[in-house]
T-cell receptor
Framework: DSGVTQTPKHLITATGQRVTLRCSPRSGDLSVYWYQQSLDQGLQFLIQYYNGEERAKGNILERFSAQQFPDLHSELNLSSLELGDSALYFC????????????FGQGTRLTVV | GENVEQHPSTLSVQEGDSAVIKCTYSDSASNYFPWYKQELGKGPQLIIDIRSNVGEKKDQRIAVTLNKTAKHFSLHITETQPEDSAVYFCAASGDFGNEKLTFGTGTRLTIIP
């Protein structure tokens, strides 16, 4: 168990809908990262938050947004969902920013039908 | 931005033999290089990491080497066992402004009993 909790584990929704994925980082970790992993694909960086503020942005679609709350949990919001958004979404957390061990949650498997 | 290349994409070895996975990175400012193991349906698990001020690190059957000049780093698994079968990802990150982990495309390792 990495200590990073992601909910829900599975999500099935229709095209055009909006969903929210939740991540609780390890206790004491200030940095949260979101990654997308499509079938048989690598891990694509979406966005990073550090202590409540956005720190870095990757290839995140405009339909997607995220935030980190004062209690350091983070949410990834995906809207106007398309079939191609079906993927595993992982959250990782680390104590600080770069150069520190990052631990991943078990992921949320999103299926858009 | 950082680009990490990983080879091979698939690797099959006999149980008990050694496995080597190689990665190259492009950004000379990267200074942290972790390796993750991902089993089917699970999140990536950190198995070993190395920092740029170290050339080699070993943990039981797993070792990682780093050549900063050539921007190469490698994962070595000795005395392979069936439970080593998984997808392995290398990654690189740096300090502020380059904190996110940039992942390689993964290596599917199969241990043949």
């Amino acid at each position: 168990d990495s200590g990073v909790t992601q909910t829900p584990k599975h999500l099935i929704t229709a095209t055009g809908q909006r969903v929210t994925l939740r991540c609780s980082p390890r206790s004491g970790d200030l940095s949260v990262y979101w990654y997308q992993q499509s079938l048989d694909q690598g891990l694509q960086f979406l966005i990073q938050y550090y202590n409540g503020e956005e720190r870095a942005k990757g290839n995140i679609l405009e339909r997607f947004s995220a935030q980190q709350f004062p209690d350091l949990h983070s949410e990834l919001n995906l809207s106007s969902l398309e079939l191609g958004d079906s993927a595993l979404y992982f959250c990782a957390s680390s104590v600080a920013g770069g150069g520190t061990e990052a631990f991943f949650g078990q992921g949320t498997r999103l299926t858009v039908v | 931005g950082e680009n990490v290349e990983q080879h091979p994409s698939t690797l099959s070895v006999q149980e008990g033999d050694s496995a080597v996975i190689k990665c190259t990175y492009s950004d000379s400012a990267s200074n942290y290089f972790p390796w993750y193991k991902q089993e089917l349906g699970k999140g990536p698990q950190l198995i070993i990491d190395i920092r740029s001020n170290v050339g080699e690190k070993k943990d039981q059957r797993i070792a990682v080497t780093l050549n900063k000049t050539a921007k190469h780093f490698s994962l070595h698994i000795t005395e392979t066992q069936p439970e080593d079968s998984a997808v392995y990802f290398c990654a690189a990150s740096g300090d502020f402004g380059n904190e996110k982990l940039t992942f390689g495309t993964g290596t599917r390792l199969t241990i043949i009993p």
